[in-house]
């Protein structure tokens, strides 16, 4: 699917873009017949309503986006998304007097509410498109929408059809699009390769699998500083042997939604030509349930040397995390973020619309704080809390997986990576959830990214790059 803006063109509409108490002045200005019409149509500028505004031949002469008020604007965003999903067919110029931070935010939000999943049922597409205002950097917002698309396609798809197998040949075809810039390129390895290679733990939660586990690793690009970017890639998860209930699987294709995440910031910091040398590793696995499936009580040694005690095999994104995270900081990397759907206690604490991130790096915490607050992407720094750290220190191992008693379940989730994470010079993990609950401006129900377009807006910042 294209998400890109209308071309410039003299037959679009004019959309007026109205407060609810400007609306009596701006009447002011127009026809009597408008006057009229927006009278008797009953608009009151109300967020998120439209209305066209027809000729005496029953042509458009304009269209109305009702604006609300800066209270009720201050309980969402993407606004103008609404609209856009009321509009019939055609193309549209904006006409505000919005700043150029919310024209990036409404032009954006526009772009991901042309969003359908469609793959499985075919469903009409977005009618109404919007011209790029003028002094915006289309080019860039197009990018990052197509980015955030691919994150809800890979999230949205079930693992029928996006199991370890299928999330490789997504970072592949991924790769293929990126390869005469910056070369990108992809190496696996799969099945019994990861025992050979000391990934015990990424093998021991996917064996059970009918397709092979596997750790993909992409790199792309040849200047700057270096990124890698972990994403959790847990296709499906039923629990294994500490088995889900039913109601508790039904959202368990989004496990890899930390995966789906990474691969939508690396295409926006690929086809940006972001200058930083970058790596992706996406653990792929599926937790499943057979003979050989890893128990509750086994003791596992991860790729660090750690032995890990399972006291739960539902608790098993941070054992396939922590061996690409050991991996990852063996080449001791400028920046390495690690993005997961990994703890329900993150919701619990913040819901489904903010993401969690840790960092000790208290620079960087405020540049991501900053840059998501300007991109609209809703994030909240919470603490890698030192006094925690033993809970997941069980006495018969080094670590344990899944602490008992379930306070404070994300940070420590969060510390038990750090541990792994050691060798990076700067870490920060996002604790995300991949999805959206209920129907919103520019999200739909179903996958959403998280986290990436803050990263993504803080790159260049948090690395001083001069091209960011």
């Known amino acids: 699917m294209v998400h890109e803006f209308a071309p410039n063109n003299d037959l679009a509409t004019k959309l007026h873009v109205i407060e609810s108490d400007a609306l009596e002045d701006w009447c002011k200005a127009q026809s009597a017949s408008t006057q009229r019409w927006i009278e008797t149509s ?187 970017l972990v994403g959790k890639g847990v296709c499906f998860d039923t629990g294994g042997l500490n088995i889900k209930p039913g109601a508790s699987m039904g959202l368990m ?23 930083v040398r970058l790596r992706v590793l996406i653990p792929a696995v599926e937790n499943s349930i057979s003979a050989d499936a890893f128990r509750p009580g086994d003791i596992l040694t991860s790729r660090l040397g750690l032995s890990v005690e399972i006291n739960n095999t539902d608790a098993e994104g941070r054992l396939v995390l922590a061996d690409a995270l050991a991996f990852g900081a063996e080449e001791t990397p400028d920046l390495m973020v690690s993005m997961a759907t990994l703890t329900g206690a993150a919701r619990v604490a913040l819901g489904a619309d903010i993401a969690p991130f840790f960092t000790v790096d208290t620079q960087m915490a405020n540049q991501l704080s900053q840059a998501s607050a300007r991109v609209r992407d809703p994030l909240w720094q919470m603490p890698f809390w030192e006094p925690y750290e033993t809970q997941i220190e069980p006495g018969i191992a080094d670590l344990d997986n899944a602490p008992k008693g379930g306070f404070a379940g994300c940070i420590t989730a969060a510390l038990f990576l750090r541990r792994f994470a050691q060798g990076a010079q700067r870490y920060a993990h996002f604790d995300i959830y991949g999805h959206q609950p209920t129907a919103a401006p520019a999200r739909p129900k179903g996958g959403v990214g998280q986290g990436a377009r803050a990263l993504l807006e803080a790159l260049p910042e948090t690395l001083g790059l001069e091209d960011g």
């Open 42 to 228: 009953g608009f009151t500028a109300n967020l998120g309503s439209a209305l066209i505004v027809p000729d005496v031949d029953g042509g458009v002469v304009m269209a109305l986006a009702g604006y609300g008020t800066a209270a009720k604007r201050a309980r969402g965003r993407f606004h103008l998304a609404t609209v856009a999903a009321k509009l019939p067919a055609g193309d549209y110029r904006l006409v505000s007097d919005l700043s150029q931070d919310v024209l990036n935010e409404e032009a954006l939000g526009w772009l991901l509410g042309a969003y359908r999943f469609d793959r499985y049922h075919e469903k009409p597409a977005a009618g109404a498109r919007l011209i790029a205002p003028e002094g915006m950097d289309a080019a860039r917002l197009q990018v990052i929408a197509a980015g955030e698309c691919l994150t809800r396609d890979l999230i949205n798809t079930p693992t029928n059809d996006m199991g370890p197998a299928e999330l490789e040949a997504a970072c592949v075809d991924l790769a293929g699009r990126h390869k005469s810039r910056g070369g990108a390129q992809v190496e696996v390895i799969r099945g019994a390769a990861l025992l050979e290679q000391n990934f015990p733990m990424i093998h021991a939660v996917g064996r059970a699998s009918a397709q092979a586990p596997r750790l993909i690793d992409m790199r792309w690009g040849d200047r700057g500083p270096t990124v890698t």
């Open 253 to 275: 294709k989004k496990d890899m939604g930390g995966a789906a995440a990474v691969l939508g910031l690396a295409h926006m910091i690929m086809a940006l030509d972001i200058g």
